[in-house]
């Protein structure tokens, strides 16, 4: 099992052209929303590349919820923004939500001809880590980045996650406090608080809080 990390979209594209399995790290927020809006009920999650193609999508799925952001606000006209603490606090029980998002949805429109995506964050690390035990594949961690840029949550968070894959017995190098101080030094950090959405952060920082693990199926996330 090989195990590396990628970034942004055209990483996307060369992990998919290996053949890997791949994990979208999308720390702040899309990765951590996902897990919890699955934890808040919802049936399915269809990740769209831009608005128009969640417009397309609503035709197909029309009683679904729609979510999305940009630059952390919630797009005019949406049910619900992209953030963890409001999918958490909302029933989803049985909702097909379509996501349209800054980073994350986008790169897993990317590489959706995987033969498997999964969505990875701190928050279900341990868990996406056993999703993989019996399974005999090379492996690529996608940083979803922002806006075109790596971000430091998400090559922490990949780095975390391939060290619980090649020495599950040995202490990550930082504490989870550090972790967490070097996360909030990035640019996600300041928009959050920018967006009054600083809580959000606590979510995205709350390791192993979920054992979920979203699996693309077809054009949507399910649970298996």
Do not use: Q
Request: one cysteine or more; a negative charge.
């Amino acid at each position: 099992m090989r195990i590396s990390i990628e970034h942004g979209i055209d990483g996307a594209k060369l992990a998919v052209s290996r053949g890997d399995a791949i994990i979208i790290v999308d720390t702040i927020r899309a990765s951590t929303t996902y897990v919890n809006a699955f934890g808040s009920g919802a049936k399915r999650i269809i990740p769209c590349s831009d608005r128009e193609h969640l417009n397309l999508k609503n035709l197909e799925y029309k009683s679904a919820i729609k979510s999305g952001e940009r630059l952390c606000k919630r797009i005019e006209g949406y049910d619900l923004g992209s953030s963890p603490k409001e999918m958490s606090n909302t029933n989803l029980e049985d909702k097909i939500i379509l996501s349209s998002t800054t980073n994350g949805s986008k790169m897993v429109v990317a590489s959706s001809e995987s033969f498997l995506v999964v969505m990875g964050s701190f928050c279900n690390a341990t868990s996406v880590v056993d999703f993989f035990s019996d399974k005999n594949c090379d492996i690529s961690l996608i940083c979803s980045g922002r806006l075109g840029e790596p971000v430091i949550e998400d090559n922490l968070c990949a780095e975390y996650i391939k060290h619980k894959f090649e020495n599950p017995s040995k202490i990550f190098r930082l504490s989870n406090d550090e972790i967490i101080m070097e996360c909030s030094k990035s640019p996600s950090y300041d928009m959050l608080k920018s967006a009054g959405l600083e809580d959000d952060f606590n979510f995205c920082m709350d390791i192993d809080s979920h054992s979920i693990v979203p699996v693309l199926d077809s054009d949507g996330f399910i649970l298996l």
